[in-house]
Every structure is written in C-alpha cells, then in structure tokens.
C-alpha cells in the first residue's frame, strides 16, 4: 500500500490491551482517511452515551500526511460531543497527524477508560501507557515542558478535568483541537496526554510526479492574494479578516446585537503586527504559515478568537485579548465557545466586565469556581437554566463563530446544517462571499446557496479526510489534489472522485446525527437572525421564508427527506449501508 499505512492502533484502556488491525483497501478508498475514517469507526457506537466507556476517542491521519503535499501535516480528533451529542471533531494541525503517521499509523482508537491518570506514548510501532497521577491539574504549558522531548504532544488542561464542556485538546502547546469538547472525553477516559514520536518513511508511489504536482499546487498558492498578497493570512495571520469583516458589517459585536465594533480600526490584525510584531510559523509541512507568535512563545490569536474576545464581549484592550487566548489555552477550553458563553452572561446578567474581570472569569471557567462551574457547561445550557434560552448564540448547543450570518447568507445556511453545530468550517461560505474565491456569489441571496453548501461541504469533508488545509483551496482545487492523490497512492483517481468520497463521509455524519434523533427543528438558527433590526440599514433581518426555502431546497440536493434525516436510497447510492464494523 502506497500514501497511506495500512495500519491501525486499538487501544483499550480499561482493558490495558493494544491491537493492531489492518483494514481493507476497499475500506480507505471510501473514506480516504482523517475525517472520513474516523466517522467511519465511531458510528457504530455513536448512539451510546459520550461518556459510556466503549465511546471510542480517535485520532486519524490522511493519505497525504507526512508527504511533501502542502498542508498535509493535519489530522482529525473526534468523538461523540460532550457539548452537543452530535458527532465532535476538529482539524488540527501542528506535528502530530505526521508524527502518528511515521510512527506507522493511519489511526490510532482509544476505548474504555483508564483506571488511573495516564499518557499515552507512541513511537515506531510500538505504544506505551504510562500512570502519571503527579500530571493531575496541571497546565498544558508545564506537562508540555516537561514531555516534548518525547515528541509532538497532544494535552488537556484542568478546564477538562474539571469537566467544562468544551474543553480543547492541545497539540504542541498551540495548536487547538477545540471545538465539541472532546477534551472532556480524554480526560473521561482519564488521558493527560498522547505523544507521537516516528521515524518511517512514508511509501509514495510515484515521486516525481508529486513532485511536480506539489510545484503547481505552491504556483497556484503565490499568485492568491488571500494568502500570500499585502494582506493574506501568510503575512498577517487569519487575524487579516478582522478589518474585512468589520467593514462587511458582519463583526458579532456584544452577543450579536450588534454588527460593528466602535473600536475595530485599532484591533485589527496591523494592531497586533505593530504592538507584538510576531514571527510566523506552521503546521508541519505547509509553507503558508499562518500562525503568529511572539519571540516569547506567546501565540497571537486567530480571527476567530481576536474577534469574539473583543467585539462580542465589549473588550478594547488588545492585551487582554492575547491573555484571553492563553488562558484558554493553558486551561484548555475552546476559545469561541468560552467568549460566546461569557457574551450569554453578560446579556442575561446585563452586565460590563473589565479586561481584568474578564480574565479572571476565564480562570473560573476552566476552574469550575464559583459562576465559572455555571459557565463551563456552555451557553445554551446555561441560559436554558436562565429562563432565556434565545441569549445562547448557538446551533445545536455549539457556539457561533465570528460571521453575523445577516450579513451571508450562505453562512446562514451553513451554520444550520453543519454536522458538528455552529461551525464556519463545515462549507466556509465566507471564502465566495465575502473573499469572492473561487467566484463571487451575493451575500444577500439564498438562491442558489443550497447546492454551494452542499458542494463546498462535501469538499471540506473530503479535504480534512486527505489531509490538506482548507485555507489552500482558496488557490488551488481538488483537480490538483487528486493529482497529488493519485501520485502518493498509485491508485488514479479524479476530483470529482474525491468529492465523491466527501458526499459519502459527509452523509455519514447526518445519518450519525439522525441516528440521536437530530432533525430539521435541530438545523435551525438563533431568533435574533430572524428578528432583530440592526443599526445599520443595509444589514436587515433574515426572512424566515427565504431561510426555510432555501433549508428545504438544500434536503433535497443532498438527499434528505422534508425532515432533514437521510434516506435509504442515497445511504445505498452512497455504499454506507452495509458498514456496521465494530472495533474488536
Ligand atoms: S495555512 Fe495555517 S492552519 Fe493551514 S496548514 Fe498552514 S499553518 Fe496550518
């Protein structure tokens, strides 16, 4: 087998047992890797409670991982959510997915839970569990201190331990595995930390044509203003959408409410190039580099983040922003779900917190003291316990990014159908939006949106299953991909294959969602989209008409009954209707 391993990792935990397994070409065809292969594992489990032991904890690579593909070096971590009880995964990058993978791994499956503390280490072939009960409550920056010489390292905080729930997995000390909580379910299956150590070659079928294949894929990234231009997030960071968005009067500013922030202009991504004036650095394999961090180790953080602990919390201190992040994580918690949820405070409590308050109720949070323990179970939860349930701005529990749907509504769109809740990266409507990439499409029409969201997430399935990073597919498209594919594998296929492929992983997240009774009333938006007038004229409310049209429209193109849940007839089409394969 060429690109991928062909072997597995079963770890039982409460067994203290490790397997290895070798599944079927067949099987990785399917479901590439990554993503795919990891929904694959956990839906025959996914009915069970998230914290019931046989819940498997899985951590998968790609094909592409540990190639010279650019931006391969990323792998996927999922579970059933703790916050949500859809499916829960995440994307992450920094070394870990190329590491796993040179250890000789496509994916690693941890079932059951340990008896005592523990950390997991895996080199060449070979997986050690260590009881390192002196690590209990310890900060991700001092366990990372302490164990990076034995790889890249994957580490939960107390914000876990404490049982907040949406703690993140951290890897490399910076590179967040945050959103659906599923570092709530290492620590439930008692994992302080996993590290990947490898030294293995990766078997590539053909490299000289990946060679070349890699050479056009970098062409194509050069010439995209979005991330090598004056402005692109290579230079800037993804910090560089700030200003846009702002200017696209689409900045979530104090829980929603609101769609500018007064202070925007000086906390733009230029604001921190000139007070921190980071360097650039990347996941493994990726020469765009779109991390920032200081000469101190100290990370900038990512739009998302800069956005929400500022403009939606009311917070015009730049340093308390970094703070914020750092906070988070060393406590590790999600930092848009931690914002979000201190947005629903403040609204239902109609109160302003200080830069200091604010900080200090961050440690709280991932402390479970005092309001924090109210917070750490997240802003739907806690505003349902409020009597005011339309102060929790979220999709099926999960937090809203930082785009005001009101001002795309193919984000609109996407928010309500995403698998994993309210995510921008299931479809990232904002890239033909509002960064007009691949083409420009209006913002203020749902026409035609369905079929876009249903494409652009099938895409972004089958990317995070090679692995590749989404934000390349700004330049380049799946027709290089599969060239680069087809040259690492041996195995020829086209892009539209491989979209193929994304259909198929994706329509096995809705039937998992399904199958825990996830419907059209879950695929829903906040009222306030639909109901609040914004200050400024040209944002208005969404009509509830189009937005339902549109949601209708979308079942239909992906195969879904008026209900949103999948039917037999494209479960077949698709050839996930005979999968039932349980870890053993
Ligand atoms: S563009 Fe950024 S997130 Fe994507 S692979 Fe490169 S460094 Fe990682």
């Not at 938006?525 to 429209?553: D, G, H, Q, T, Y």
Request: proline letters at 3%; one cysteine or more; a positive charge.
């Amino acid at each position: 087998m060429f690109g991928w391993t062909g072997k597995l990792a079963i770890i039982n935990l409460s067994k203290n047992e490790i397997k290895f397994n070798e599944p079927p070409l067949e099987l990785y065809l399917k479901f590439i890797g990554g993503r795919g292969l990891a929904g694959f594992f956990l839906k025959p489990y996914i009915t069970l409670e998230w914290d019931n032991g046989l819940i498997p904890l899985l951590l998968f690579t790609g094909p592409l991982v540990g190639t010279i593909s650019p931006t391969s070096g990323r792998m996927t971590m999922m579970s059933k959510s703790p916050l949500t009880g859809t499916i829960g995964d995440s994307s992450v990058g920094g070394k870990f997915g190329t590491m796993l993978k040179k250890a000789g791994f496509d994916g690693v499956i941890i079932t059951g839970k340990s008896e005592y503390l523990c950390g997991i280490e895996i080199t060449d072939d070979d997986i050690k569990i260590n009881r390192v009960e002196h690590l209990k409550n310890k900060s991700i920056s001092y366990v990372h201190s302490i164990i990076k010489d034995k790889g890249s390292t994957a580490i939960i905080g107390p914000a876990a331990e404490n049982g907040v729930l949406f703690s993140s997995i951290i890897i490399d000390g910076h590179f967040a595995s945050g959103r659906s909580g599923i570092g709530l379910t290492m620590a439930e299956k008692k994992i302080k930390y996993i590290t990947a150590f490898g030294t293995k070659k990766i078997k590539i079928s053909d490299f000289d044509e990946l060679k070349k294949a890699r050479e056009e894929i970098v062409r194509l990234t050069s010439a995209s203003p979005a991330l090598f231009g004056n402005f692109g997030i290579s230079r800037f960071g993804t910090g560089a959408l700030y200003d846009l968005i702002d200017s696209r009067h689409m900045m979530p500013t104090l829980n929603f409410k609101k769609i500018n922030f007064e202070y925007a202009s000086s906390m733009n991504a230029h604001a921190y190039k000139k007070k921190y004036n980071p360097k650039s650095i990347g996941c493994s394999g990726c020469h765009i580099l779109c991390k920032k961090i200081t000469d101190d180790g100290t990370a900038i953080p990512e739009y998302e983040t800069m956005s929400h602990f500022s403009a939606l919390i009311g917070n015009n201190d730049i340093e308390a922003v970094v703070q914020a992040n750092k906070i988070c994580n060393e406590v590790g918690m999600d930092t848009i779900s931690a914002a979000s949820t201190i947005a629903c405070f403040l609204e239902v409590s109609n109160k302003k917190l200080s830069p200091s308050e604010i900080l200090s109720l961050l440690e709280d949070i991932g402390n479970k003291k005092g309001i924090g323990a109210e917070l750490g179970m997240g802003s739907a939860n806690y505003a349902e316990i409020k009597g005011n349930k339309d102060t929790s701005m979220s999709v099926k529990k999960l937090e809203l990014p930082a785009y005001d749907p009101r001002g795309a509504y193919g984000m609109a769109l996407a928010y309500a159908t995403s698998t994993r809740g309210g995510c921008h990266l299931r479809a990232y409507p904002i890239s033909h939006e509002i960064l007009r990439k691949p083409v420009a499409t209006d913002r203020f029409t749902f026409a035609g949106k369905a079929r876009i969201i249903k494409i652009s997430e099938d895409l972004n399935a089958a990317a995070d299953s090679l692995t590749a990073c989404k934000f390349i597919f700004f330049a380049a498209t799946l027709e290089e991909y599969a060239r680069v594919f087809s040259a690492v594998t041996g195995i020829k296929m086209f892009g539209q294959d491989i979209l193929k492929a994304g259909e198929r992983i994706y329509y096995n997240e809705i039937i998992m969602n399904s199958m825990n009774g996830f419907n059209s009333k879950h695929d829903d938006l906040p009222k306030r989209f639909f109901e609040l007038e914004s200050v400024n004229k040209e944002i208005k409310p969404l009509n509830r008409e189009a937005f339902l049209l549109a949601r209708s429209n979308y079942y239909k193109v992906r195969g879904l009954n008026e209900n949103g849940n999948p039917s037999f007839e494209k479960t077949k089409e698709l050839g996930i209707d005979d999968d039932l394969w349980k870890i053993s």
